[in-house]
């Protein structure tokens, strides 16, 4: 089971970090990713982490959103900076076991989603 937290509303600029506890795993050999979907649009890959820190990141989120990981916590983060109205979406945690991936069918386990909301 994963658990999104952490979203909300900000203004234009401002900051909010993303929390996705997991529970029911027993190892931690699985990729983390986070996704959104936005009114309209189709699901987007936005950052991913392997077990052992190796990430990814689309280019739209480059240089402003950082994931990371607590194995011990088995809690994964998503810190979301100089967010955009652009930015306004669901946001989604999901795992898999396997290789680090940023096709969402490629993950089994998913969050239910947390609301992000930018206004400018």
């Known amino acids: 089971q994963l658990v999104e937290s952490g979203g909300g509303s900000v203004q234009f600029g401002g900051s909010l970090t993303l929390s996705c506890v997991l529970s029911g795993f027993t190892s931690d050999d699985y990729a983390i990713g986070w996704f959104r979907r936005a009114p309209g649009k189709e699901r987007e890959a936005l950052s991913a982490i392997t077990s052992g820190g190796h990430t990814l990141y689309a280019e739209s989120v480059k240089g402003r959103f950082t994931i990371s990981r607590d194995n011990y916590k088995k809690t994964m983060y998503l810190q979301m900076n100089s967010l955009k109205p652009d930015d306004t979406a669901v946001y989604y945690c999901?795992?898999?076991?396997?290789?680090?991936?940023?096709?969402?069918?490629?993950?089994?386990?998913w969050g239910q989603g947390t609301q992000v909301t930018v206004s400018s």
């Open positions: 999901a795992a898999r076991f396997g290789p680090i991936s940023t096709k969402s069918e490629s993950y089994d386990y």
